[in-house]
């Protein structure tokens, strides 16, 4: 077997995980994405272990290791996406910017700029009415 084939489908691969992080605003796409770089580099592993001849198979068995820190990684971050949707009502990465804000770690985050950070153009015309809050109740005022 030649080490071109798997390595050039391992290129591929990563490349695709690679713009799958790069350019995907949706984070369950984004988690794929690291899955299919994981999984080229598994693939590289066993390739260099065959191609090596390797007795005690280091490459098979590290990608046993990465395998299971793989499903590790998958099930811990579909929990915290699973949580950041149940709390902010999406999984696209472009709208949870306001997770991102400067606030000291000990400082707690004022209301108000809070509100103006969070405020929808659509909703601030008219405060009485704003049915497009997160958690997706209408409250009438």
């Not at 001849?53 to 280091?58: G, I, M």
């Not at 700029?113 to 153009?121: C, L, Q, V």
């Amino acid at each position: 077997m030649h080490l071109v084939y798997p390595a050039v489908l391992a290129v591929l691969l990563f490349c695709v995980g690679l713009y799958g992080v790069l350019a995907r605003r949706n984070s369950v796409l984004v988690l794929m994405s690291v899955e299919l770089m994981l999984n080229a580099v598994n693939l590289n592993l066993v390739a260099f272990d065959v191609w090596l001849r390797d007795t005690l198979h280091a490459g098979q068995a590290l990608t046993l290791f990465t395998i299971t820190i793989a499903a590790a990684e998958i099930g811990l971050g579909l929990a915290i996406v699973l949580m950041v949707f149940r709390t902010h009502g999406t999984a696209d990465l472009d709208r949870l910017r306001l997770l991102a804000e400067d606030t000291d770690p000990g400082e707690e985050p004022d209301p108000d700029s809070m509100a103006a950070a969070t405020a929808n153009p659509a909703t601030t015309a008219n405060p009485a009415t704003t049915a497009d809050l997160p958690h997706g109740k209408a409250t009438v005022g």
